[in-house]
């Protein structure tokens, strides 16, 4: 299944997951500071982030 989102979201988040609990994303976006800024977000509150274009 993350592989299919992966390669559906070219440059963004595709997905989170915390506590044995995974979330489908589609969060994209336009360059790569606001794409690290967006996992920096997400890992400051617990979850493991799967993203495209670092």
Known sequence: MLEIA??????GIYAVEKNDYAELLCDKCTS???LKAMIRAY???GFKVYANGR
């Open 32 to 34: 790569t500071t606001q």
């Open 6 to 11: 992966r390669e559906q979201i070219p440059r």
């Open 43 to 45: 890992k400051s509150q």
